[in-house]
C-alpha cells in the first residue's frame, strides 16, 4: 500500500505583505474618491456664477420645514428660467478663450466675446436676484437680516468651489 503524502502546512503570508495590501488598498481608496470629487465638480460646473451657494444652502438648511419648501420651489422655478442663460455664457466663455488660443489673436473676436460673457453674466446675476423679494416676504426680521448675511457672504475660490 501507498503511504500517504503529509499535508503540506499552511503557507503563512508575511506580515509585511498584509501591510503592504491595506496601504494599496487604501491609497486606491483615496484616489477614486479624489476622481469622484473632480466628477462631480466637473459635472456641476466650476466657475457658473449662482446668487446663492453654500452661504444660501446653510441659510435656507436652518429656516423651518414650512419656510424652506416655499423658498426651494421659487429657487427652482428661477434655475430653470435661467438654465437658457448658464449655456449662453458658458458659450460666451469658450468663444472668448478660443479667440486666446488661436494662432494668431483676433483682437475684436475676443472683445465681442468678452462683452457677451460681460452681458450675460449681468442678465443672469439681475435675474437671480429677482427672486430675493419674493424669499423676504415671508421671513421674520431676524431671517430677513440673516438671509441678507448669507447674499453678502463671498463664495468660496481656490481649491475647493473655484474657478478652473
Not at 500500500?1 to 509585511?16: E, G, N, Y
Request: glycine share 6%.
Amino acid at each position: 500500500m501507498s503511504t500517504p503524502t503529509p499535508a503540506a502546512p499552511p503557507v503563512r503570508t508575511a506580515r509585511w505583505v498584509k501591510i503592504v495590501l491595506t496601504l494599496s488598498v487604501a491609497l486606491n481608496l483615496l484616489i477614486i474618491g479624489i476622481a469622484a470629487g473632480v466628477a462631480w465638480k466637473f459635472r456641476h460646473g466650476f466657475d457658473t456664477p449662482r446668487l446663492g451657494g453654500p452661504p444660501l444652502a446653510r441659510f435656507i438648511r436652518r429656516l423651518p420645514e414650512e419656510k424652506r419648501t416655499p423658498i426651494r420651489e421659487v429657487m427652482r422655478e428661477r434655475r430653470d428660467a435661467m438654465r437658457p442663460l448658464r449655456r449662453q455664457m458658458q458659450e460666451a466663455r469658450r468663444t472668448m478663450i478660443e479667440a486666446l488660443r488661436a494662432d494668431t489673436f483676433d483682437r475684436a473676436a475676443f472683445e465681442q466675446a468678452a462683452t457677451n460673457y460681460i452681458d450675460t453674466l449681468t442678465t443672469l446675476r439681475r435675474q437671480a436676484l429677482t427672486y430675493v423679494p419674493q424669499v423676504a416676504e415671508g421671513l421674520s426680521v431676524a431671517e430677513r437680516a440673516d438671509l441678507a448675511d448669507a447674499l453678502m457672504r463671498p463664495r468660496r475660490r481656490g481649491r475647493r468651489g473655484g474657478n478652473r
